[in-house]
């Protein structure tokens, strides 16, 4: 799953990736390593009359949490939407949501690999020379307004599928293992945020693997201990790694 990601580029590159023109302004403090359960506000783009770049806290909040209670209890599982609930789970709140669509922006994200050591090694993994790219996502407002400031706070999830080979090398254990977010391509991006987009045309693009060739990924540090948050993060690591690993890097 997808619970550790970076945006350490310009926000305002996200204005210029899809023609956005709004003036608005969006204050938003870069940042090399977030974890999905300390539920910070991220750069989102959502198409409600319009696109428009908010920021919007990572772990959604569904309508069914409609108690302070209930978001403690339920919220920290809901960082990530499998692609497979969306269309084809009608039980699901994924499929409840799945017209509530939006882009996650992102300069690179976290995944772990088990090289069979005491610790899974944590990998930095981006798009070969892009500064930016984006998630497919849902989101929701919380039904519980801010306590202290009465806001309405628009939540999301980053949506997950089944790995393409270079992440099914990198994401080889655990309960979620063998998948990776929905990243998309410029031309998906714009679609997955049209207004009228069909359960089919969903279904299609919730099925779009991103090409290996454009990707990269390196060992780094770990990334789930008390650290200066600079580029440090993502440097690459030493680690006495296994062919496996060297593989692709």
């Not at 003036?23 to 991220?42: D, L, M, N």
Request: with cysteine; charged share 25%.
């Amino acid at each position: 799953m997808c619970y550790d990601m970076s945006f350490f580029s310009n926000i305002k590159l996200i204005s210029d990736y899809l023609n956005i023109t709004s003036g608005e302004t969006i204050q938003f403090e870069p940042t090399y390593h977030r974890v999905a359960q300390s539920y910070g506000k991220w750069p989102v783009v959502i198409n409600e009359n319009g696109y428009k770049i908010k920021l919007f806290e990572w772990g959604l909040v569904a309508d069914y949490m409609n108690t302070p209670e209930k978001i403690k209890e339920y919220r920290s599982s809901m960082a990530n939407a499998r692609s497979e609930k969306i269309i084809d789970d009608k039980r699901s709140v994924w499929h409840r949501i799945r017209k509530h669509r939006c882009l996650v922006f992102t300069t690179g994200f976290f995944e772990h690999y088990d090289a069979g050591l005491k610790k899974k090694i944590p990998y930095f993994i981006h798009i070969k020379e892009e500064p930016l790219f984006c998630f497919a996502g849902l989101y929701n407002y919380s039904p519980v307004p801010d306590v202290e400031t009465g806001e309405v706070i628009g939540t999301f999830a980053i949506i997950t599928r089944p790995a393409n080979s270079l992440m099914a090398k990198i994401h080889n254990a655990g309960a979620n293992s063998y998948r990776m977010p929905l990243i998309l391509d410029k031309e998906l991006a714009n679609k997955w945020l049209e207004d009228d987009l069909s359960d089919t045309a969903i279904s299609e693009i919730l099925k779009f693997e991103y090409p290996v060739t454009k990707m990269q990924a390196w060992p780094v540090n770990t990334i789930r201990t008390r650290k200066t948050d600079n580029e440090n993060v993502i440097k690459a690591g030493k680690y006495l790694l296994p062919p496996l690993a060297l593989q692709f890097l």
